[in-house]
């Protein structure tokens, strides 16, 4: 049945090449950065109205990537985390080593291809490109809590959430991702099914936590907005609660309790 399975596959045939100033894995940020693809002479009628999406994603090839590996731990993130099956991680070694990446398109001239978001090194084969759509779109999904250890790695990937979901970057972005911060040092994973948050003051405050969150109105009910001039967001968990609300300057107080900057 394996040769079998092997036959139909056939070959692959690269369509385009990653430029990118990364030179080698380590130095590829775990979300990505801007890059160009280029793509082959004969591909390019494959690109037609491809610019009338903001996002694709991109198949590339690993090849780098050690093939044999079947189990690891997501080292980059956090050494600490237990052993996952790398079907169940983002883990570039993987028997076929098909990396699947949502981009934002920056622009494209003739046959180069300007992306953010790219987590590939200059040189990387790619394999195919396929438009984003609203359907890809699963808003409150359940995954395991793998989170880094470093409060910047974290900082940036909540950032980088809360672009995607609000739109633009504003104060409100920049206090409810504080905000976040915060709620997951305390209550852990912030999009626990059984953690509720309730959000007063404007709606770009309430847009950003929301969708950091992944808390929906209903099935089940976690999310509340009453919009009033005055900010505070109230997070509970089983018994536990914490209110939020702007201090001076760029802190967060929380429960009338200076909790610093984060």
């Known amino acids: 049945m394996e040769e079998k399975v092997k036959s139909l596959v056939g070959e692959l045939h690269p369509i385009g090449f990653v430029i990118s100033d990364c030179r080698s894995t380590e130095t590829v940020p775990l979300y990505g950065k801007t890059a160009v693809i280029q793509i082959l002479d004969s591909y390019l009628p494959a690109l037609h109205r491809l610019t009338e999406h903001s996002h694709c994603w991109i198949l590339s090839w690993f090849h780098e990537a050690k093939r044999s590996i079947l189990r690891t731990r997501p080292v980059r993130v956090n050494a600490d985390l237990p052993e996952y099956g790398v079907f169940g991680l983002r883990f570039p070694s993987r028997p076929n080593p098909i990396a699947l990446t949502l981009v934002r398109i920056e622009q494209l001239a ?10 590939a090194i200059d040189g990387t084969p790619v394999l195919d490109i396929k438009p984003y759509y609203e359907a890809d779109i699963i808003f409150s999904p359940r995954t395991p809590y793998i989170v880094s250890k470093n409060p910047e790695m974290r900082r940036g990937n909540l950032i980088k959430q809360a672009l995607a979901h609000h739109g633009e970057a504003c104060e409100s972005l920049e206090l409810g991702v504080k905000m976040t911060l915060l709620a997951e040092q305390y209550f852990g994973q912030i999009q626990a099914p059984d953690l509720t948050v309730v959000v007063k003051g404007n709606a770009c405050l309430a ?10 109105l209903a099935n089940p009910p976690r999310f509340r907005f009453v919009e009033q001039a005055a900010a505070e967001v109230c997070w509970q968990k089983g018994g536990q609660r914490l209110v939020m609300s702007p201090g001076p300057g760029q802190a967060v107080s929380i429960a009338g309790r200076d909790a610093g900057t984060v």
Do not use: F, K, P, Y
């Open 110 to 119: 003739v046959n180069q291809l300007a992306v953010t978001g790219l987590d």
């Open 207 to 216: 847009d950003v936590i929301q969708g950091l969150t992944r808390a929906r």
